[in-house]
């Protein structure tokens, strides 16, 4: 006579389905889960404690330490407030049903285990009797069983899988919606709010969805669970019914003692694997500077310094996960042969029927499973609190608008051009009126200060330009001129003034505040994005078709005509570039840009996409510095019979005559609260008379 009980060691996942009708007394539920996800579940294992940790370089008010109970209550609201958008969403219909449909499986796949246990009570007595017809019966029923209960197994499986990807993609366009907009990720970054955003997006969203489906499912089929074999243990014998009580939840509290000092080693685990990477990715971005440095040396420093402190930590790690492990598996096993104990002298005494030991076993390791969650799910269970609290805290960030937290802010303003007053007196200097021209900027009593240790670059600058009205800005290094544009493109706001763009009222109307086809900011460093040629050039006006079909923009450009292959070709012809075109395989080739491109040719490109845009107001950080000076003059010649005003920053003489204003900034004295800047006009008409004398 064969009596099939636990296994001895937790079984391969493949059998578990299988183990799991056969009534057998599974391994703990989800252990597969745990097993699985637990590479990719320990790199999001944090707590609030270690976020305060790593958040204390965070320019952010630090709350107060918060008790145990408000600790939970806050994590609750946290996960509310991270889960419940999706399913008030445009896809609510969608998501519910779908998660209506999960549901419904698992309560079938409940409902099918249960009917296992009673059928393997049958099937044992069918043996121990040595009734062979009911016995074929019985293997019978086991496989139509199999047949009919195993297609719901998977379909639940694959149903939350599934749900759990689309809630993912959902939620990955909504936070990244919100990260590009109002130019957040450059705040975050530069302000060094939270550490790795991207990691945020990709590893802990893909983890929540996940997690928070399994752990749903997994508190309603233990709930399930629960109620349907605590019925048939209680009704067999109660005594065993409450030994397991009192064993669970003895084991919880161990388990949590035990674990507790393993959150805060996953948390830091996530972030030194993520140091180690990005300086991977940094090595691989600068690989020709690196090359050029002969740096290779100092790389292999660098990079073996942090990853040896991720190993580190990871040795810890472990050692933590050992040492809870040796207590989960012995609490796991050593109660096993129980229940078949104590029900054993009933069955001798021919109270019960041989089947009904195997049926209190299956029944007892049910229950035990779902009363001991926590114990199983220790793991998980602290890798998910701290996701939620990276997400929370990435998503409270997001959603507050993000602000310098200064009282003095400089104050960025976009009107319709048709308000701009036309003739506007002084810009400090000796201004004349231009009834005739449009007012494009007003910057009026600036006092520009850096972000961080609010050091004041600029002291009451004011200055008006026109339609027509270049602008040069000159300086010494590290006086404040990018740091200008910074504030014009609202980068940066700490000081007082006002700085008011006059724009196309399209543009106010689809409410964002410059359009490429208003205003556009050439970066002292060309940037190339990924992709073809054509996207090299059409960026960041136009987007080309993307992933799905290509995107709308909300900003108005859709409107403006998408320039044609013709259009493409003469104006990199008009920048001489054209030769580029066959050299690099055609418009639609892809290369990585910023490595094949010189420098010079990367800032030829940006000013073939301000030809392309046309903007009104185009803002130049020494987009120039890379060229000749023929090149340089060819390139403000184009863009000036374009028709578009600009301010360039730059350090050569030569750039005056293509400006007729200049802007010269001394670097500020921290002591004094005088003017560092002047404005001289008309240099070229000066400079003409005085040729001309
Ligand atoms: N994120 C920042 N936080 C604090 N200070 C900064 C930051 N970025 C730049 N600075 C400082 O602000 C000052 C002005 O920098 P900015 O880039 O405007 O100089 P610049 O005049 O354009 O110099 P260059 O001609 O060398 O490009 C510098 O002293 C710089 O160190």
């Given at each position: 006579m064969i009596l099939i009980t636990a296994p001895p060691f937790p079984t391969p996942c493949s059998h578990l389905v299988l183990l799991r009708h056969l009534h057998l007394?599974?391994?703990?539920?989800?252990r597969h889960e745990s097993t699985i996800h637990r590479s990719k579940i320990s790199r999001f294992r944090r707590r609030v404690s270690a976020v305060s940790s790593s958040s204390s370089s965070s320019l952010l008010p630090q709350p107060p330490r918060p008790d145990k109970a408000s600790e939970l209550r806050a994590l609750w609201k946290r996960f509310w407030k991270v889960a419940a958008p999706y399913w008030f969403s445009e896809d609510k219909d969608q998501a519910r049903l779908r998660l209506a449909a999960v549901f419904a499986l698992t309560l079938a796949t409940t409902g099918i285990s249960v009917g296992f246990n009673f059928l393997g009570r049958d099937f044992y007595n069918a043996l121990s009797n040595k009734d062979q017809e009911q016995f074929t019966k019985q293997l019978l029923y086991y496989l139509c069983g199999f047949a009919g209960g195993i297609p719901f197994f998977v379909l639940r499986d694959y149903a939350k899988e599934t749900l759990s990807l689309r809630w993912r993609s959902w939620m990955t366009k909504h936070y990244l919606q919100r990260y590009l907009k109002d130019q957040t990720f450059y705040k975050i970054q530069s302000q060094s709010m939270i550490d790795n955003p991207d990691q945020r997006i990709v590893d802990d969203l893909s983890s929540f969805t996940s997690t928070a489906l399994s752990f749903s499912l997994t508190l309603f089929s233990a709930t399930i669970d629960l109620i349907s074999f605590s019925n048939i243990l209680f009704t067999i014998y109660p005594p065993l019914f409450l030994l397991l009580l009192v064993y669970s939840l003895g084991g919880t509290a161990i388990s949590v003692f035990i674990g507790k000092g393993l959150v805060n080693l996953n948390f830091m685990q996530e972030k030194k694997e993520a140091d180690f990477r990005y300086n991977l990715v940094r090595v691989r971005e600068n690989a020709e500077s690196i090359a050029f440095y002969g740096g290779e040396q100092n790389e292999m420093q660098l990079l073996l310094e942090r990853f040896r402190s991720a190993f580190d930590n990871l040795t810890e790690l472990l050692i933590a996960s050992r040492n809870l492990e040796f207590f989960t598996d012995g609490y796991r096993y050593l109660i096993q042969i129980l229940p078949a104990a104590l029900v054993a002298p009933m069955f001798f005494s021919g109270?019960?029927?041989?089947g009904v030991i195997n049926q209190s076993v299956s029944a007892f390791n049910h229950i035990l499973g779902d009363f001991s969650l926590v114990v199983y799910q220790f793991q998980a269970i602290s890798a998910f609190s701290a996701v939620i609290d990276r997400l929370g805290e990435f998503d409270d960030l997001l959603d507050n608008?993000?602000?310098?937290?200064?009282?003095d802010e400089i104050e960025l303003t976009y009107q319709s051009a048709?308000?701009?007053?036309l003739p506007v007196d002084s810009n400090g200097s000796s201004v004349q009126s231009r009834p005739q021209n449009q007012k494009l900027l007003e910057i009026e009593e600036l006092t520009l200060q850096t972000?961080?240790?609010?050091?004041?670059?600029?002291?009451n600058l004011t200055a008006y330009i026109y339609d027509k009205d270049h602008l040069l800005i000159m300086g010494?290094?590290?006086?404040g001129k990018t740091s200008l544009l910074r504030a014009m493109a609202g980068l940066w706001r700490s000081g007082k003034g006002r700085i008011t763009f006059y724009l196309n009222p399209q543009t106010l109307e689809n409410s964002v505040k410059t359009s490429p086809g208003d205003v556009l900011f050439l970066p002292q460093r060309p940037y190339m994005v990924l992709g073809t040629l054509r996207q090299q050039l059409l960026y960041p006006a136009w987007t080309t078709?993307?992933?799905?079909g290509g995107s709308e923009r909300d900003?108005?450009?859709?409107?403006?005509k998408k320039p044609t292959t013709d259009d493409l070709m003469r104006t990199l012809k008009n920048v001489r570039l054209g030769h580029i075109v066959d050299r690099f395989g055609g418009l639609d080739s892809f290369h990585e840009w910023s490595s094949v491109l010189s420098l010079g040719e990367q800032q030829r490109l940006a000013f073939a996409r301000l030809l392309l845009c046309q903007p009104k107001l185009a803002l130049l950080d020494?987009?120039?510095?890379?060229?000749d000076e023929a090149n340089e003059a060819h390139l403000y010649q184009q863009i000036q019979s374009a028709g578009i005003t600009y301010i360039s920053i730059g350090?050569?003489?030569?750039?005056?005559?293509?400006?007729?204003k200049i802007l010269h900034i001394s670097?500020?004295?921290?002591k004094s609260i005088e003017r560092n800047w002047r404005i001289t006009e008309d240099v070229n008409a000066r400079e003409d008379s005085l040729l001309n004398q």
């Open positions: 007394p599974p391994p703990p539920p989800l109270k019960i029927e041989f608008n993000i602000t310098s937290h200064t009282m048709e308000r701009s007053s972000p961080t240790n609010r050091t004041t670059l600029l002291h010494p290094s590290g006086s078709t993307t992933m799905d900003d108005g450009m859709d409107e403006l020494e987009s120039t510095s890379a060229l350090h050569r003489q030569t750039l005056t005559k293509f400006h007729n670097t500020a004295d921290p």
